[in-house]
């Protein structure tokens, strides 16, 4: 049996926020015999910086047709041998993504907050964490010239903590995020993160997928955000909506929650997880079809 010192919990990794977080129970399981696992699953306590209890349910899909105009031309592999073909692939990877990137400042009734979000669709849709926008008075959308514009919601999940938001495309030039295939990641397999952390824009954190399928059960009501991908790549407060990237470049997930230390409320190394672009893929053209739909666009 884990004894208290070998205990963790999970930091929602979203809103920067200057009112407190609300603590609820949480445990990380593997798949699918929950009943078994959950004997062993470390017991862990889930911070949301929005006081909201977020789950997921996941079904597969196919994704094909799904509707997004998203980005192209993944970055080319360097060859094996060539000198500093890793640097170099990660230095381009970088350079392609990060104006895809945006921060979201979001007014709320208790007060303000940071997180980031995900330029996928040339129409000015953005994908983001639902605990980023609710509540959500008005929405501001940060640019990575500098250039802010309004955005207005235009549908979320909170079972899946995901939302999408809209600008206006003819604000601004943009630059669309491709959005990979999850289910072909590989543990090992190097990643980035680039969101807004604290409220540093244009940060970039790198590491490798820990592990993949990871069910972290959230809430009261136990929850689930499933298949989640584990990483170790440095997450932290307003990173959440922020990209997942491979080092083709691909929009792979949504950093989402990291894990702290309880005693010490301090974050954990190397320990956060990120939800699979295989969910945008279902999630975003659903809010963006009924949106459509509604207003009749």
């Not at 609820?24 to 929950?34: D, E, G, L």
């Not at 932290?236 to 702290?260: K, Q, Y």
């Not at 997880?273 to 207003?295: G, T, W």
């Amino acid at each position: 049996m884990d004894g208290p010192d070998d205990k963790l919990s999970l930091l929602e990794t979203g809103s920067v926020k200057r009112s407190d977080s609300q603590s609820y129970a949480a445990r990380i399981t593997r798949q699918p015999k929950m009943r078994s696992i959950l004997l062993r699953a470390l017991l862990l306590a889930l911070v949301f910086g929005s006081g909201m209890v977020a789950g997921w349910q996941f079904e597969m899909h196919d994704l094909s047709g799904s509707g997004l105009q998203t980005g192209s031309n993944a970055v080319p592999l360097l060859p094996e041998g060539h000198p500093d073909s890793r640097e170099a692939t990660r230095e381009q990877v970088i350079k392609n993504i990060q104006p895809a990137v945006v921060q979201i400042d979001v007014k709320s009734a208790t007060g303000s907050s940071v997180g980031s979000g995900v330029i996928i669709d040339r129409r000015g849709y953005i994908i983001t964490n639902n605990h980023v926008i609710e509540g959500q008075q008005s929405i501001q959308v940060v640019m990575f010239n500098g250039l802010t514009l309004s955005a207005r919601l235009i549908g979320s999940t909170p079972a899946d903590d995901l939302a999408v938001i809209k600008i206006n495309p003819n604000h601004a030039k943009l630059s669309v995020a491709i959005i990979g295939d999850s289910s072909r990641l590989l543990v090992g397999q190097d990643v980035l993160v680039i969101g807004n952390p604290l409220g540093i824009t244009r940060t970039v954190t790198s590491g490798i997928v820990s592990a993949l399928g990871r069910n972290v059960v959230t809430g009261e009501n136990g929850h689930i955000l499933s298949e989640t991908i584990q990483i170790d790549a440095a997450i932290n407060p307003g990173n959440s909506g922020g990209a997942l990237i491979d080092m083709r470049g691909n929009l792979i997930g949504i950093p989402t929650l990291t894990a702290i230390v309880p005693e010490y409320k301090t974050p954990a190394n190397g320990v956060g997880f990120a939800i699979p672009s295989n969910r945008i893929q279902v999630v975003a053209p659903r809010l963006i079809s009924a949106d459509r739909h509604q207003n009749k666009l």
